[in-house]
């Protein structure tokens, strides 16, 4: 359905000889490699911005995923270990419009930080339950990868790390499969914990 209709604005772009002048087309679509590649070459911008609020960040993030994604671990923890994941990425895209109070310097995180991330935690997952001498994951080294390497990567400013790696403290380690005791992200007017396993 989308093809085809990217399709055919393609097709009635290009019979556009003479626009008006006061002529504008404005678009906005969620990320999709199946755009038309002659609109955005004829195009004065191209932006791309992450969605407003917390709930729609995530809901971005998930858009993204495909199920060869869950099906390349199939351990239990995996699904809300990206679910966590999602949630990191999206409160620290979120720290960016407070400005200097978010982040002392502007960091651009993108979708392959994201990915990067979860292909690690599968790949540790998927290591950690083949050996047999491994009970608990290394969430350190899955805290000092993603914090340090993947997304800190980009990160200049001392201060802008601690804040990243307190958020992987408070949001990545075995608590958040305790049974006895529910993990949750925040308590405020809404309640953020990790979804069941339909995520």
């Known amino acids: ?5 990217l399709k055919t604005l393609e097709r009635i772009y290009e019979a556009i000889t003479k626009p008006d002048k006061a002529f504008r087309l404005w678009l906005t679509t969620a990320p999709t490699d199946k755009f038309p590649l002659g609109i955005l070459q004829k195009s004065l911008k191209v932006v791309t911005e992450p969605p407003d609020g917390l709930g ?4 971005n993030t998930y858009s993204r995923l495909t199920e060869d994604v869950f099906e390349g671990c199939l351990q239990h923890q995996f699904r809300p270990m990206v679910y966590v994941l999602s949630f990191f990425h999206a409160v620290i895209q979120e720290r960016k419009k407070f400005g200097k109070i978010g982040w002392n310097v502007t960091y651009d995180f993108t979708a392959s930080d994201y990915e990067i991330s979860y292909k690690l935690i599968s790949m540790y997952l998927n290591k950690a339950m083949d050996s047999a001498e ?8 899955l805290r000092y990868l993603i914090g340090e390497a993947m997304y800190g990567g980009r990160v200049t400013d001392d201060c802008d790390r601690r804040v990243m790696s307190s958020y992987l403290l408070e949001y990545m380690g075995g608590f958040i499969f305790d049974s006895n005791q529910r993990f949750f992200f925040a308590k405020t007017d ?8 339909d995520i």
Do not use: A, C, H, R
């Open 56 to 59: 729609q960040n995530i809901k």
């Open 134 to 141: 491994e009970e608990e994951l290394p969430w350190d080294t």
């Open 1 to 5: 359905m989308l093809v085809s209709w």
């Open 190 to 197: 809404f309640e953020y914990i990790i979804p069941g396993d």
